[in-house]
């Protein structure tokens, strides 16, 4: 069973930067439309802080914009997040999540990732 994975969470002083990676288990990210990076802070329901279509289109949450910058590469079969300019506020959970057409079931299904950590500390 496909699933995506998520790298380079850690432990980051504020105005620091981090990049987050996320791929499929098996098969090509090519193969999924769009996908997106969302948040859980402490305390907090999860969030979607970025999505990027499978034409490059993007869109982020006000929370994050002009810092972090979502991009696909489809020959290292990897969606990336870089995030800048960090701030406290940016801990949490990041999760990994994207949708692809199953052709045996005949509907899109949905694929998440287990979650990287992400601490910013003031």
């Known amino acids: 069973q496909v699933q995506l994975v998520e790298s380079g969470g850690g432990l980051v002083q504020a105005g620091g930067s981090l990049r987050l990676s996320c791929g499929p288990s098996s098969g090509s990210i090519f193969d999924f439309n769009s996908m997106a990076w969302h948040r859980q802070g402490p305390g907090k329901q999860r969030e979607v802080i970025a999505s990027i279509s499978s034409g490059g289109t993007t869109d982020y949450a006000d929370s994050v914009k002009g810092r972090f910058t979502i991009s696909r590469d489809n020959v290292k079969n990897t969606v990336f997040l870089q995030m800048t300019t960090l701030k406290p506020d940016d801990t949490g959970i990041y999760y990994c999540?994207?949708?692809?057409?199953?052709?045996?079931?005949?509907?899109?299904?949905?694929?998440w990732g287990q979650g990287t950590q992400v601490t910013v500390s003031s």
């Open positions: 999540n994207g949708d692809r057409f199953d052709s045996r079931l005949g509907a899109l299904i949905e694929y």
